[in-house]
């Protein structure tokens, strides 16, 4: 157990929803980084926040958005859904600059 | 922009054997990180081993051990007495040493998926 929860595991929905995606970083990580694994793009870095802040920003969508609330948790928001947003998205945190990473389990969001 | 390139789409592996999958990295900074991620069935991302790259002694965890050339910019991952649980896909990670932003992420390879083979 990596001590990142994601909730929740599986999401199906249709085209043109929107879904929010949860992710609660192990106990004192302030960073919360955002990733999605797709078959043909293979893992990407959407979105990093720290402490409540945007950090940086990766291959992200418009119609997608985060944010990290002040109790340190995260939420991605995926709006206007494709069937080519269909993949498994990952939510990883860290202590700091020398930490390595940690993932949580996922959230595969199936699009139909 | 860093980039990271795992040149074996699938490796199998005899049950107790060795087997080494391949990781080249293209970066102009000196100072970085790397690691290797295993990602089972279970699709869980767990950490295997890590190297900073100011470092010359090779990382080990236990049957896992890397080999890291710098000036080649490989980084090959090793595994010793290949035990079932090891079929996985394996991603190789590069992370920046320092950010002015403050900002850490990880940049992934394609990945390896390898199978042992009973």
């Known amino acids: 157990d990596s001590g990142v929860t994601q909730t929740p595991k599986h999401l199906i929905t249709a085209t043109g929803q929107r879904v929010t995606l949860r992710c609660s970083p192990r106990?004192?990580?302030?960073?919360v980084y955002w990733y999605q694994q797709s078959l043909d793009q293979g893992l990407q870095f959407l979105i990093q926040?720290?402490?409540?802040?945007?950090?940086a920003k990766g291959n992200i969508l418009e119609r997608f958005s985060a944010q990290q609330f002040p109790d340190l948790h995260s939420e991605l928001n995926l709006s206007s859904l494709e069937l080519g947003d269909s993949a498994l998205y990952f939510c990883?945190?860290?202590?700091?600059?020398?930490?390595?990473?940690?993932f949580g389990q996922g959230t595969r969001l199936t699009v139909v | 922009a860093q980039t990271v390139t795992q040149s074996q789409p699938e490796m199998s592996v005899q049950e107790a054997e060795t087997v080494t999958l391949s990781c080249t990295y293209d970066?102009?900074?000196?100072?970085?990180?790397l690691f290797w991620y295993k990602q089972p069935p279970s699709r869980q991302m767990i950490l295997v081993i890590r190297?900073?790259?100011?470092?010359?002694q090779n990382a080990t965890e236990n049957r896992f051990s890397v080999n890291f050339q710098k000036a080649a910019k490989s980084f090959s991952l090793k595994i010793s007495d290949s035990q079932l649980g090891d079929a996985a896909m394996y991603f190789c990670?590069?992370?920046?040493?320092?950010?002015?932003?403050?900002?850490?992420?990880?940049?992934f390879g394609k990945g390896t998926k390898l199978s042992v083979i009973p």
């Open positions: 990883a945190s860290s202590a700091g600059s020398v930490a390595e990473a940690f």
């Open positions: 990670a590069y992370r920046s040493s320092y950010s002015g932003a403050g900002s850490y992420q990880l940049t």
């Open positions: 106990s004192g990580d302030l960073s």
């Open positions: 190297q900073e790259a100011y470092k010359q």
């Open positions: 970066t102009s900074e000196s100072d970085y990180y």
């Open positions: 926040y720290y402490n409540g802040e945007e950090r």
